[in-house]
């Protein structure tokens, strides 16, 4: 760990955040101390301040990687390190040469844009520094389309955009700029008018050609034709022709529109689409909730993955939309080519990476668990089985994730394997009393629901009492088990001695505390009342006195 050891107050904040990772006090501390060092970093500083910083930022951004602002920081810092000397970036496949500046900033800037793709700030600035440190149009605009890629559905992508379209203007390419307005026009977002506005004002001077796909010109043209009769010069026809694409142009303005009127309202009540550790309100969450039902509706794929993308950015803590997300993204599957199988299988596999590794904390397993059920569909046997370990190391005594191995164990190993895990959890000195408890009851149900042996149930649970005598949740689930025995014919009697016993056993045992007791009573003088016997009045009358003295 490149930490500066030398600086106390660096080492004390250091062990802060080490005794406490989930801090982001301690953490944004650390991260101030850091930038201090020397009197502020830069490329005179020490060594050994430089690898301190940059360790911190590493650190500190891994763990909170959906920060935008820190990502623009550090690629801030590594350019002060860098200065303005010329680096060589060689690609010897090709034998691609291109002088750029500040090799260390481009490559935070592409961890930053890895980690939170759909940033629209985050691009923007990458997209700036490129433009102030590199001379080749060639790689400037290859950025930019990616950052088009990746952000380009966004509401609020003008900055984006309107930096984009400087850049091409900056480089007298008319026809480029063209090209991205045509593109822009159809894509709801805040400043939807501004931009058809422009593209409007150029379509004037571009050749008809250039105004729509070449299928529509040609279907425009020969309705013209065929209307006028061959009647009309080329002049004429190109006249038409323009008005007529002109209005095309306006059902497109008018389309795009509408769509962002749809969702205006759910924009406008999105009050914190960036990323930050304390908790979004209620009305915002159930914004989210609409605003992706919406979405989903409407039924195009790419819309709604990038608004699950935002929605992830803003609540990524939030286990309810990881679990949506993944559970839609399955959804779409089952609609794909088998071509495609896999590659939305990947997707998948990703959402729940990205919650599982990053954003869920084990404390709150579900998220874990329901990919290990999806590692399983997938014929990842051992993964799934990697996973509930995993949880199982961060959380021992898990009774969901026990009984959750133990059925996985079960339905590919057979039951004998899920016995001997049930055994194991049941005889580790690691799970307290409650915890064996309700594993031995799930044992107990295996054996009895799925191998069909109500007796070898009922022999665990007697072989084991002597083990649990003072736990409730052993007596109350033996009891429930011999009371959820099936009735019939000629087997009540068997059926009330089982019963009794059961409950005669915690009385002579005595070990429980009294509302316990009473509790467990109470199921049995339930039973009395409902399946009792000539003499059940009597006994029921009895424990009443007994309990309730």
């Known amino acids: 760990m490149e930490i500066d050891e030398e600086n106390p107050e660096l080492r004390q904040l250091n062990a802060t955040v080490l005794e406490d990772p989930d801090s982001f006090e301690a953490w944004e501390k650390l991260v101030q101390a850091a930038e201090k060092l020397d009197g502020g970093i830069n490329r005179n500083s020490a060594p050994q301040s430089i690898a301190s910083v ?14 935008f602002g820190y990502w623009k920081k550090y690629a801030d810092l590594e350019f002060a390190i860098a200065g303005t000397e010329a680096a060589e970036l060689v690609r010897s496949a090709d034998i691609e040469f291109t002088r750029c500046t500040g090799t260390n900033t481009y490559q935070v800037y592409e961890r930053g844009v890895a980690s939170i793709t759909i940033s629209v700030d985050l691009w923007a600035q990458y997209c700036s520094f490129k433009l102030d440190t590199c001379h080749d149009y060639d790689t400037i605009r290859e950025l930019f389309e990616r950052a088009s890629n990746s952000v380009g559905l966004d509401f609020l ?37 501004r931009y058809f506005e422009s593209f409007r004002n150029q379509t004037a001077t571009r050749p008809v050609q250039d105004l729509a796909p070449s299928e529509t010109v040609a279907q425009f043209r020969a309705e013209i034709e065929m209307e006028s009769g061959g009647m009309k010069s080329e002049q004429e026809i190109e006249q038409e022709l323009r008005s007529r694409l002109d209005g095309y142009h306006l059902e497109i303005f008018q389309r795009t529109q509408a769509e962002t009127t749809k969702r205006w309202t759910y924009e406008q009540q999105i009050k914190r689409p960036y990323f930050h550790v304390t908790e979004l309100d209620d009305a915002q969450l159930d914004n989210w909730r609409k605003y992706l039902e919406f979405e989903e509706g409407e039924g195009d794929f790419q819309r709604t993955t990038f608004l699950y993308e935002r929605c992830l950015v803003a609540a990524a803590y939030y286990d309810e939309f990881w679990l949506r997300y993944a559970r839609w993204m399955l959804g779409q599957t089952s609609k794909k080519e088998d071509a495609l199988q896999t590659s939305k299988t990947e997707e998948i596999r990703n959402i729940y990476t990205r919650a599982g590794c990053i954003y869920a904390p084990v ?25 509930y370990e995993a949880i199982l190391m961060a959380m021992p005594g898990h009774v969901e994730t026990i009984i959750a191995c133990a059925n996985s164990a079960r339905r590919h190993s057979g039951l004998e394997e899920a016995v001997n895990f049930y055994r194991s959890q049941v005889q580790s000195e690691g799970n307290n009393m409650d915890t064996r408890a309700a594993v031995l009851a799930e044992w107990a149900r295996l054996l009895w629901k799925i191998k069909g042996s109500s007796q070898e149930a009922r022999d665990l649970y007697k072989q084991s009492q002597a083990h649990f005598v003072s736990s409730r949740d052993f007596w109350k689930n033996f009891l429930s088990f011999e009371l959820d025995q099936p009735g019939g014919v000629g087997i009540e009697d068997s059926q009330t001695q089982n019963i009794k016993a059961v409950f005669d056993d915690v009385r002579r045992e005595n ?15 339930a039973y009395l009342l409902e399946r009792g016997g000539p003499e059940a009045a009597k006994e029921y009358l009895a424990l009443d006195r007994e309990i309730n003295t």
């Not at 668990?369 to 089985?385: N, P, T, Y």
């Not at 070990?511 to 003088?525: N, S, T």
Request: no cysteine; net charge neutral; glycine share 2%.
């Open 363 to 387: 404390a709150r397993p579900a998220i874990r668990l329901q990919w290990a059920l999806f590692e399983e569909r997938s014929g990842r046997i051992d993964v799934a089985q990697a996973i």
């Open 511 to 525: 070990r429980l505390e009294a509302e316990a007791m009473k509790e467990i009573a109470g199921d049995y003088m």
């Open 54 to 67: 940059r360790n911190v930022y590493d650190r500190f951004l891994a763990k909170f990687p959906l920060f």
């Open 157 to 193: 992508a003008h900055p984006f955009y309107d930096k984009y379209l400087e850049f091409e203007e900056r480089a007298e390419d008319k026809n480029r700029v063209f090209s991205i307005l045509s593109r822009i026009i159809h894509i709801p977002m805040h400043q939807y008018a």
